[in-house]
């Protein structure tokens, strides 16, 4: 009996660590490609046969991408839209989390909820009512008409893990503080953030993707070159007879460094705020 539970256990072992190794090839293969190409001269991408590295070596198609297609503009307006909006949902977040889980209140199952309701509902749906909305108060090709959208958006995801997080942090930490003669805004500073930092970081790294990727909305209510994003950017590259590989596949990669960079630095605090959420309701 030993001996058979001692191979069920092997073979399961194997069976994750395969899994694992075919899960890391079919993410780290097309990365490597888009990298690749983006390093090859722009005539090179997309010839046959194919080479399966930078040959010849080139640095044209990211010159090309930044001079040719304005896409410094485009990394500038994601930044702008991205980091106002991940801040107004920290912000809003954390003060609706401390409120949903810690302040005796009426209706909490009931906002909760309608937040889950909102965190679902697709965007593509309310999407002519709110160009209507831009138009009519004259927030077209405009920052804030991304920002507060996005915020909408994003910010009820945000409450649920802020929320969460917050039911673990004990109490008597919390009363201590109010003893002290804390206010609650005092205490959310100085005994709750310092606290909830992993479930921030991860609030905020899941915001900041969806904002960086967004598409649909941005491209509807963006038209001006001066403020489109990256996704809408890209997809503006090229003509009616031409498509630049190269420069696509550069600016690419230069969208995607922020973002690994961010989970690569944060990706302790991102484990640690995703598992606390999904223990603690």
């Known amino acids: 009996m030993r001996n058979r539970k001692r191979v069920g256990w092997h073979r399961y072992i194997n069976g994750v660590i395969i899994s694992t190794v075919v899960t890391v090839l079919f993410i780290l293969i097309p990365l490597y490609w888009l990298i690749a190409s983006s390093l090859k001269a722009p005539l090179s991408v997309g010839n046959s046969p194919p080479s399966y590295g930078p040959t010849p070596f080139s640095f044209a198609n990211y010159k090309n991408a930044f001079v040719g297609y304005d896409f410094g503009i485009y990394f500038r307006n994601s930044i702008i839209v991205t980091l106002a909006t991940t801040a107004l949902v920290l912000i809003l977040g954390t003060l609706a989390g401390y409120a949903l889980g810690r302040l005796p209140m009426r209706g909490k199952f009931t906002t909760l909820v309608v937040l889950l309701i909102i965190s679902v509902f697709p965007a593509v749906a309310v999407l002519a009512p709110l160009y209507l909305l831009m138009r009519d108060i004259g927030w077209l ?141």
């Open 141 to 281: 090709n405009s920052y804030q008409g991304l920002i507060l959208p996005y915020t909408a958006f994003n910010l009820p995801f945000a409450i649920w893990i802020l929320r969460n997080y917050m039911l673990g942090i004990p109490k008597e930490m919390e009363e201590t503080g109010r003893i002290d003669g804390a206010g609650a805004l005092r205490t959310v500073w100085t005994i709750i953030l310092p606290q909830a930092l992993p479930g921030l970081f991860t609030a905020g790294i899941f915001c900041f993707t969806a904002c960086w990727t967004e598409f649909l909305m941005a491209l509807t209510f963006n038209n001006s070159n001066n403020f489109r994003t990256i996704p809408v950017g890209i997809a503006d590259f090229g003509g009616n007879f031409q498509v630049p590989y190269g420069t696509i596949f550069a600016a690419s990669v230069v969208a995607t460094v922020p973002i690994g960079i961010l989970v690569f630095i944060f990706r302790k605090f991102v484990v640690s705020g995703l598992t606390s959420g999904a223990v603690k309701g």
